[in-house]
């Protein structure tokens, strides 16, 4: 298929852009080279799509990975996206911001900061590495979203929405930081792609699984695979999982006729809509999506393969459900005003 070629060779650019060295010259536990750090009073450090018409809810959108290590000129590594960087933002823009911009921004004001985010490689670390480098690209997300909500805010609903790195940042921000008054303002958080364990839905109770396709204040998670073997290693201890095509959390299949649309756009920025292209059921064991009806050499990306083996659909958890994600942020936002018109 022409137009899932063109995405893939799209994907592989972004995946290869800003790289002119991939190894890091820090050890482990030292301290790392950061660039500036943003400044969100900035216009410039905020993705945003036009506001065309009223719209009754805001999305916080929090990137994906897209950039790999790089070196400045004196030759220091850098494990962290250079904001300031046109190249580098330019693959988060094509990579990210179109594509969740694309989703989100019909229907609500869309707000996607620069952060400095931690590069693809340091995905290939071990866990504790992740996460030490990880928690210096959170700062930037936390002072995001306190500015959003002190100056962009002004008491509407919103979500929370994040692919990935980003995903992994909505639950950081469910966690630690949205303070229940806020929670009262939050329709949803839409995590696509990062797991969600056991204790964290038991210790942290902000993190509430959706159980439906009209709850709100809860969190939306899920993860696609054509088969088991596919689950990749960071989803080991994953427990929340829905499908987006029926919003059951048990095993009843959603046919492809039942899926509205996935949605890929080309280099050039065009989408293209496969309509009953995919169909999905939750195998409740692996707490993640089984689907079919694609591919999977089609969707295979060799450079990230270690983490997301054939038959993981991790890069495209955004497109194959994106109409259906579309109507249901719709469906959800009316249940909230319905439900509690204060918020309004």
Known sequence: MKQVAVYRLLIVFLLAAACPSCNSSDEKGQNYALPEEPDYAEPAMWYRTPDTK??????????????????????????????????????????????????????????????????MQSWFEDEAEINRRYAAAHQDVVRAFRYY????????????????????????LLKHTLTPAEHQQMVAAYVFGFPITEEEIEQFP???????????????????????????????????????????TDTTYAPASSNPGSVFFDAEGKSDTLRQAVGARLDTALHSLIIDGLSDDDYFIPSIASLFPKGNYHVQELNLYFLSIQQNLRRRIAAFQEKKPSAN
């Not at 989703?103 to 590069?119: A, W």
């Not at 002190?150 to 992994?168: E, I, M, T, V």
Request: glycine share 8%; with cysteine; net charge negative.
């Open 54 to 119: 009223e719209k009754a809810a805001d999305v916080f959108y929090i990137t994906p990975t897209c950039v790999w290590d790089w070196q400045d000129e004196r030759g220091a590594t850098y494990h962290f996206m250079n904001v300031r960087d046109s190249a580098q933002r330019a693959a988060v823009d094509a990579g990210a911001n179109l594509l969740a911009g694309a989703l989100f921004g019909s229907d609500c004001r869309f707000f996607s900061p620069y952060y400095r985010q931690i590069t």
């Open 149 to 172: 909500m002190d100056h962009y805010n002004q008491g509407r609903p919103f979500l929370l929405a994040g692919h990935s790195q980003g995903g992994k940042a909505v639950i950081e």
């Open 206 to 248: 902000l993190l509430i699984p959706a159980r439906g396709a009209e709850d709100y204040g809860v969190t939306i998670a899920y993860n696609s695979i054509s088969r088991p073997e596919a689950v990749s290693a960071l989803f080991r201890h994953n427990e929340a999982c829905i499908n987006p095509l029926n919003w059951a």
